[in-house]
């Protein structure tokens, strides 16, 4: 039979919680309007997983960030989580091996608001373990181009072990047209944050 289109169209991204199948070039089960398992980036979960895209997401400020594709540790002994949250999950982590502290700062960017519309909520979760962690602060933009002012901020240790359950986060944005998340190294490598399942809200601006 005939094959379905692949991808989705600019401005929509994977949704890994829908699923649909491919018949005689129609795709059936759970779609909507723009296709199989399409949704508008702005609206889509991240889980980081395998080839999940999440070009919605990236980072420009340096390489602090990598995204682990799998389900497994950060490559360093004694900081970052055990594993990712399920094993249908990866995430993205900062490295804050040498050289990369003390207190050196990349940021992972949200793709602008859509056309119309403004963010007003952003939800993750996280995993803070390490002896050395630093910040990771929730900036946002109100407007294209303007000054990236701080929503919320984790500072520190917030996991007792690798092995300790990741925690959910919910912050409240101010009508945001983009969205970061900004972190900052500690004093030495035991610092490595994570973080996946992100989901950002938007309505009519």
């Known amino acids: 039979g005939e094959t379905c289109a692949a991808g989705c169209p600019a401005g929509f991204s994977l949704d890994s919680a829908v699923s649909a199948t491919c018949a005689d070039g129609v795709w059936e089960g759970e779609t909507n309007a723009t296709g199989a398992s399409c949704i508008e980036a702005s609206s889509a979960t991240c889980t980081f997983y395998g080839a999940e895209d999440c070009g919605y997401w990236g980072v420009q400020d340096s390489t602090l960030w990598r995204r682990r594709t799998s389900s497994g540790g950060t490559p360093s002994c004694c900081t970052g989580p055990q594993a990712a949250p399920t ?9 804050a ?5 003390p207190a050196k700062a990349d940021a992972l960017y949200s793709g602008p608001a859509p056309a119309g519309k403004v963010f007003t909520a952003l939800a993750f979760v996280f995993h803070m373990h390490g002896s050395s962690m630093g910040t990771l602060e929730v900036q946002v933009q109100t407007e294209a181009g303007g000054a990236w002012s701080t929503v919320t901020q984790l500072a520190g240790q917030q996991h007792s072990s690798q092995g300790a359950a ?25 610092g490595d944050v994570a973080v996946t399942d992100v989901t950002l ?5």
Request: charged share 10%; net charge positive; no cysteine.
């Open 87 to 95: 094993g249908s999950h990866g995430y993205m982590y900062i490295e």
């Open 97 to 101: 091996s040498y050289p990369n502290y």
């Open 166 to 190: 990741w925690t959910p986060l919910f912050v409240v944005l101010p009508r945001a047209v983009q969205v970061r998340l900004h972190h900052t190294t500690g004093r030495s490598w035991t």
């Open 201 to 205: 809200d938007t309505v009519n601006a």
